[in-house]
């Protein structure tokens, strides 16, 4: 999957990252006849040894389907039409297809990686894989490039411009001068301790429960594999949490029924993740554009990263089409309004979802109005369209409060919901 670049080479679009956002950026160039080379630090092996969530948002399965990517997806993905929400005992399902037409479909982050990286391959383009010391020069000028090491040797990018899809401990944000960049931030006072397990899910669809203990969610990646979660401090290690300590405090949070259809199967991955919200402005600089991580976190209640990380690179690719074939700025100005139009939308649904589900120490009111609103979630049919319009994604050329023309004029032309 990775070839050896001479010691310059020239090409439109440098991606930095060859994680979900940079391989389908790829791609969605490559279609447009765009070319672009991927530059990654770590081997191809790496990257598809992460464990990330795999909710994907109709539009995102649209986005995969345009790009002829989507076969396996179909076949072994599950798609759900409703969401549970758990409280004190009581589940309520949120109806997702019938109050507002749309579903969600559970596939493995992994796996669309691997689905990316095969269509990648198979177009011929180039993706440089365990690039050492790689670094980003001139993007605030006409002419950038990207230098990096690998096997000793020092390479060069000669490159139009640069899309930095590296995440958020990557070099891409880290290249742009603090002063140039305004960042806004949520650290949550817990983590997410989660494990893996093979077993078929004993419930259909996801849960997402608010006990007294904490919060759990019970989820699946595919017919024979669950990944569950439960709400834990952030000093937590890994190695307090035994797999008969997790399922225990799993069923707990659970309740009675779940607890009954899952026994204590053994884990094949174990890990505690923070939670924060994180925006950075603006995505553009110059001839550098961040994207996905890079540009933006959201808790994983709302199963939105991965989502909005495709919404990014569909807006950059656009962009970098109507500059190649009208010579015209417009779109690439645009492309950092667009993104965070809805980058907002899904920071506010996550963070709604975060505060609603989650215990915080100490904080009775927030305890209080969190029996309030889902009690209101609950007996109120607006209310609940209105989580299943957010939980199955806002339409891509959804309008905001800025910009409004340029996404009035791509909804009209680009009909992905």
Known sequence: ?????????????????????????????????????????????????????????????????????????????????????????RRHRIPLKTLVGKTVTVYGQTEMTRDLMEARAASGATSIYEAEAVALHDWSGSAPTVTYQRDGIAHEIACDFIAGCDGYHGVSRRSVPVAALKVFERVYPFGWLGVLADVPPPW????????????????????????????????????????????????????????????????????????????????????????????????????????????????????????????????????????????????????WMTRQLHRFPGDAFAARMQETELEYLFDSVAAQTSMAENYVGLPLGASGIHGQRSSRVFAASHPIS
Not at 1 to 13: C, F, K, W, Y
Not at 62 to 70: A, C, F, K
Not at 220 to 228: A, L
Not at 258 to 283: C, G, N, Q, T, Y
Request: glycine share 8%; charged share 25%.
């Open 1 to 89: 999957m990775s070839s050896d670049a001479p010691s310059r080479i020239r090409t439109q679009v440098a991606i930095i990252g060859s994680g979900p956002a940079g391989l389908l950026l790829g791609q969605l160039l490559h279609q447009a006849g765009i070319d672009a080379v991927i530059v990654e630090r770590r081997s191809a092996e790496y990257v598809l040894g992460r464990i990330r969530a795999g909710v994907l948002e109709q539009g995102t399965v649209e986005v995969l389907d345009r790009l002829g990517v989507s076969q396996r997806l179909h076949a072994e993905g599950l798609i759900h039409d409703g969401v549970e929400i758990g409280f004190r005992g």
């Open 204 to 351: 259909r669809e996801l849960i997402y429960a608010n006990s007294e203990r904490g919060f759990a969610l019970a989820s699946m990646r595919s017919p024979t594999r669950v990944r569950c979660y439960v709400q834990c401090a952030l000093d937590d290690k890994v190695e307090q949490w035994s797999d008969a300590r997790f399922w225990d405090e799993f069923r707990r949070r659970m309740g009675e029924e779940i607890a009954d259809r899952i026994a204590a199967p053994p884990s094949i991955e174990k890990s505690i993740a923070p939670l924060r919200s994180f925006v950075v402005e603006p995505l553009r600089h110059g001839r550098l554009f961040l994207a996905g991580d890079a540009a933006h976190i959201v808790p994983p209640t709302g199963a939105k990263g991965l989502n909005l990380a495709v919404s990014d690179v569909f807006y950059l690719h656009e962009a970098l089409r109507d500059f190649y074939r009208d010579r015209s700025e417009y779109s690439l100005d645009e492309y950092s309004p667009r993104c965070l139009r809805r980058i907002w939308k899904a920071e506010r649904f996550s963070w």
